[in-house]
């Protein structure tokens, strides 16, 4: 069969030399002096993030965009996100029956409508699909929405609950805010952001849309890294340059958020933070887990609690650098 | 059938009349949701189903069955293929079927748990408390018993009335299964990588009707002849034994109470008695070839004799043996002075059935791979083991149980029904039951196919010991009662 050898990642030497290592820190300390200088909207500490109106980094749309029709290898690239959906799908699914109490054998998220943002190649889109979810999945790079649409097309379960766009949240949160006015706040029970925030360029647009698209009471998922020496060393060193779990250069350490910051910045946009949980994943089986520690990958729970007040403030995009400077001094 | 439509519309304009066909055939594929229209293919029916199971016997029908009832299954579409008629038990037949299987307790509990148990007990079946097994060659035996003879060790229930409970529990899960019967698969394809441009990704079975079905998952559980392990390409190891086994269905001199199930090991091969009532038994001889066609020849009285000889007759017995082998039980009377029970002997016949006896071959055999992307085996299927130890139809159970499991988990996460993740799952788990099962079967088959006195000599100690030794037998149950 051959399989198990194939589920094993292949463990080449390829050891980046010290010096690329070592550039690669100078860089991100070059970076951060100049953007000491820069005006910056985002809170004391330095970040790699520059103040975008767009969630969207051109740099991460460019590389995904050479990996497009790889989604669906299992063994391929993305192996390790294929094994996620044991964690995530689990994760989702109880969460929302949590919420939700109505019981449908058969298709537990019947009736839910949920927006899967960066869904990629739709890894984590067509298990929900499958489980009764009325799906849209998202992303900016307009090949994968293409892989996406061919692979669930084939599956005529799929066909009706599973759809795609290729668009960025903001144009889907633009979007639901004309359509707003008569259909009412949010349009969405759950939104999903599953390794997604580690390559935004903005991540407070990206909550304040997330708030804008999702009713009072939708559930908000994020599953992401944090940023510690750990997971540098981990999630980068390790995975991207040792074992090559990752393709190299997929994750950036500057993007990586931790889970409080992560959660002071969902709370300051109206959510509240439900759970937080550790996951591990082991190069050795294949296989995640969850654990106790979330010093390196995390899934995070969250609930609108409260519509965003941004919302309520009429006017173009010129009033956001202040309103988020005010909240940076006020935090 | 095509051909004469088009010619007699050729006269109204052949163009026209092609291309509204086609719309036609086009319209009905898409009405039932299908992918196929895409690829230009008008092969008529090509359903999509989640589950295929093919082989409507007792394994395939309780896959069925599981499957049907299973709540994380609800809504998705599973078909039966079988290619013999319908088998439906109104009444009961008087007269008991030769055919029958030892049941054990968790294969009863796994068959209760699909609501087909309480058919089979309304119906008929013989729960059996003591299990005597003993040599022909030495005075070694061993019985198993549960302790107070109150619980049962585990049933006989004939074959066609376990298949008729499964179909009756089937008619009332028809909104979930669907079973085609006399359907016979002609063909089998492998599914495509979804790489591949233009592929159905799907397994593809062709029956003989011309018919086409996809399915996310095929299950095999077509025999040990199985046509889904050959099509697939599944290394199996297998071989023949030299033994056939007759069957038959025997009258008792006199009613008695009858809850023992009895088997000798002869040098020709095991002898069982299972019984099916107070008045009557089934008889499961398995023997070399030649001495199965002559016991199929002989006339009624002739075959009754040689079954009570079978049982009663001590001739094989040497000299040495009975020494060393009294020797031995009275060190162990020393050792253990209340373990050890009395040998008791079987009732003796008096006549046979009406059914006529029948032989079948025996032989070993087990799948080297269970599964394969979006296929599975169970049952005889997978693995086929001599009938000596009555575990055949109870691995197979056993395969339900667990592919039943893995396979509503899998739904219940979202997954694709045939991705090998779970498939993998069910292969090691029920590997790791059977192998050391169809070993232990096929090791106890050679050591007691012999008359060398190192042989029975070892036997005869191996078993007097276990007969000592209540916590060993209690394992044995157990590991046999799964």
């Known amino acids: 069969m051959g399989c198990t ?23 991100w300390l070059q970076r951060s002096a100049c953007l000491n200088t820069q005006q910056n909207t985002v809170p004391c500490h330095v970040s790699a993030r520059s103040a975008s109106q767009t969630t969207v980094d051109p740099e991460e749309v460019r590389r995904f965009q050479s990996l497009a029709s790889k989604w669906w290898d299992e063994q391929g690239e993305f192996a390790a996100l294929h094994a996620m959906n044991d964690l995530r799908v689990p994760f989702i699914r109880d969460n929302l029956l949590n919420v939700h109490r109505v019981r449908h054998p058969g298709k537990p998220l019947r009736g839910l409508r949920i927006l899967d943002v960066g869904c990629g190649g739709g890894l984590l889109t067509e298990p929900l699909g499958r489980l009764g979810a009325n799906v849209l999945g998202i992303d900016p790079v307009g090949d994968s929405i293409g892989t996406a649409q061919l692979h669930s097309s084939i599956d005529p379960d799929l066909c009706e609950c599973v759809c795609y766009r290729a668009s960025t949240l903001e144009e889907l ?5 004309e359509a707003e006015e008569e259909q009412g706040a949010g349009q969405f029970d759950a939104v999903i952001a599953s390794e997604v925030v580690e390559h935004l360029a903005d991540l407070e647009t990206f909550a304040f849309c997330c708030n804008q698209v999702l009713k009072l009471g939708g559930s908000l998922f994020i599953t992401t890294i944090n940023k510690t020496n750990l997971s540098y060393a981990l999630g980068i060193v390790v995975a991207e340059q040792l074992l090559h779990i990752v393709p190299s250069g997929t994750h950036d350490w500057d993007k990586f958020i931790s889970p409080v910051e992560l959660e002071r910045l969902l709370e300051s946009n109206g959510f509240s933070v439900q759970s937080v949980q550790g996951m591990l994943y082991n190069p050795v089986s294949g296989a995640w887990s969850w654990t106790d520690s979330t010093a390196i990958n995390y899934a995070l729970h969250a609930v609108k609690v409260r519509d965003d007040p941004h919302t309520e403030q009429a006017g173009g995009s010129s009033t956001h650098p202040e309103d988020h400077h005010t909240t940076a001094t006020h935090g | 059938m095509h051909k004469l ?8 304009g052949l163009g026209r009349c092609l291309i509204a066909e086609k719309h036609l055939s086009a319209i009905k594929i898409t009405s039932r949701g299908l992918v196929s229209a895409e690829h230009g293919d008008d092969s008529g029916k090509n359903e999509v189903y989640d589950v295929i199971i093919s082989g409507g016997g007792m394994v395939g029908s309780a896959m069925a069955c599981s499957l049907g009832m299973d709540p994380n299954l609800e809504g998705k579409k599973i078909l039966l293929l079988e290619a013999g008629n319908k088998k439906v038990m109104d009444k009961v037949p008087e007269n008991y079927s030769i055919r029958v299987s030892s049941i054990s307790p968790g294969s009863a509990t796994i068959l209760s748990g699909i609501g087909a148990w309480e058919h089979i007990t309304k119906m008929r079946c013989k729960p059996y408390k003591k299990m005597q097994v003993w040599d022909a060659c030495s005075d070694a035996l061993i019985t198993f018993d549960k302790e107070n003879l109150q619980d049962e060790m585990a049933y006989i229930v004939e074959n066609d009335i376990i298949v008729a409970a499964l179909t009756k529990q089937l008619d009332s899960l028809s909104d979930n299964v669907q079973v085609k019967y006399r359907s016979k698969v002609v063909q089998y394809a492998w599914p495509l990588p979804h790489q591949a441009a233009d592929s159905i990704p799907w397994v593809k079975v062709t029956l003989a009707s011309g018919e086409t079905v996809q399915t996310k998952l095929l299950i095999g559980a077509d025999g040990p002849n199985s046509m889904v392990r050959r099509e697939f390409g599944i290394p199996t190891v297998k071989w023949n034994y030299d033994q056939s086994a007759v069957v038959a269905v025997l009258h008792l001199s006199e009613p008695t109470e009858n809850n023992v199930a009895w088997q000798r090991f002869l040098p020709t091969g095991p002898i069982a008695m299972l019984p099916l009532s107070d008045t009557e038994s089934s008889l499961v001889w398995s023997t070399s070839h030649r001495l199965a066609e002559e016991l199929l020849e002989l006339d009624e009285e002739s075959f ?11 001739e094989n017995q040497s000299e040495l043996i009975e020494t060393a082998g009294s020797l031995f039980r009275g060190a162990l009377s020393v050792i253990m002075p209340s373990a050890g029970s009395p040998r008791q002997l079987p009732p003796s016949v008096a006549g046979i059935g009406p059914k006529s006896r029948v032989m079948f071959p025996l032989g070993i055999g087990h799948a080297s791979e269970y599964i394969r992307h979006r296929v599975a085996l169970i049952g005889d299927a997978a693995h086929r083991v001599h009938p000596l130890a009555g575990q055949g139809a109870n691995l197979g159970f056993g395969d339900v149980a667990c592919l039943t499991q893995l396979v509503s988990q899998a739904a219940f996460d979202g997954k694709d029904l045939g991705a090998m993740q779970h498939l993998l799952q069910y292969e090691t788990e029920r590997q790791r039951h059977n192998l050391p099962m169809m070993a232990a079967i096929d090791l106890m088959k050679r050591l007691y196919s012999t008359n060398a006195a190192p042989a029975v000599l070892l036997r005869t100690f191996g ?9 060993l037998k209690e394992q044995i149950v157990a590991f046999a009662s799964k």
């Open chain 1, 5 to 27: 050898a194939g589920r094993r990642p292949r463990c080449r030497a390829g050891l980046r030399s010290w010096t690329a290592v070592c550039k690669q820190r100078t860089l």
């Open chain 1, 173 to 177: 949160a633009a979007e639901e805010d």
């Open chain 2, 5 to 12: 439509t088009r010619a007699t519309l050729a006269f109204n």
């Open chain 2, 304 to 314: 009754v004799d040689a079954i009570n000889s079978a049982f009663w007759r001590n």
């Open chain 2, 463 to 471: 078993l007097q010991a276990t007969n000592m030794l209540p916590a």
